[in-house]
């Protein structure tokens, strides 16, 4: 008896810790964001609803940049010709804009998820 519950309890941590494995490596979808001349570059990023995506901020500018949205509850610099990372989501459809604190009226964009 005790050898079936010992390896019963085998089985189901090799079950959770190929799940757990699963999890870490699934891919999740990046999308890259290019800020140069203070604009965003697309201007319109397309994500599907219910998913969590990663999004890559390249400020091929000198001077920093930071990506804010009230909407997606995120604000993050980005040093002048430096990146960063920004994940979003999961999300609902809707659009959700997004602009530059330093240079709002030309650094602006949207998030649209389908």
Same mark, same amino acid.
Not at 98 to 106: I, S, V
């Given at each position: 008896?005790?050898?079936?519950?010992?390896?019963?309890?085998n089985?189901?941590?090799?079950?959770?810790?190929?799940?757990?494995?699963?999890?870490?490596f699934?891919?999740?979808?990046?999308?890259?964001?290019?800020?140069?001349d203070?604009?965003?570059?697309?201007?319109? +990023?397309?994500?599907?609803? /219910? #998913?969590? @995506?990663?999004?890559r901020?390249?400020?091929?500018?000198?001077?920093?940049?930071? %990506?804010?949205?009230?909407?997606?509850?995120?604000?993050? +610099?980005?040093?002048?010709? /430096? #990146?960063? @990372?920004?994940?979003?989501?999961?999300?609902q459809?809707?659009?959700?804009?997004? %602009?530059?604190?330093?240079?709002?009226?030309?650094?602006?964009?949207?998030?649209?998820?389908?």
């Amino acid at each position: 008896m005790k050898d079936i519950s010992l390896a019963i309890r085998n089985i189901l941590g090799l079950l959770l810790l190929s799940l757990s494995i699963g999890t870490v490596f699934a891919a999740t979808p990046e999308i890259e964001l290019i800020i140069k001349d203070h604009l965003f570059f697309p201007a319109t +990023l397309e994500i599907p609803a /219910g #998913q969590k @995506v990663r999004i890559r901020i390249i400020n091929q500018d000198p001077t920093p940049e930071e %990506f804010e949205s009230f909407e997606l509850n995120r604000e993050k +610099l980005v040093v002048g010709n /430096g #990146q960063t @990372v920004v994940f979003i989501g999961p999300l609902q459809p809707g659009e959700y804009p997004f %602009f530059g604190e330093f240079y709002p009226k030309t650094a602006q964009g949207m998030v649209i998820v389908k």
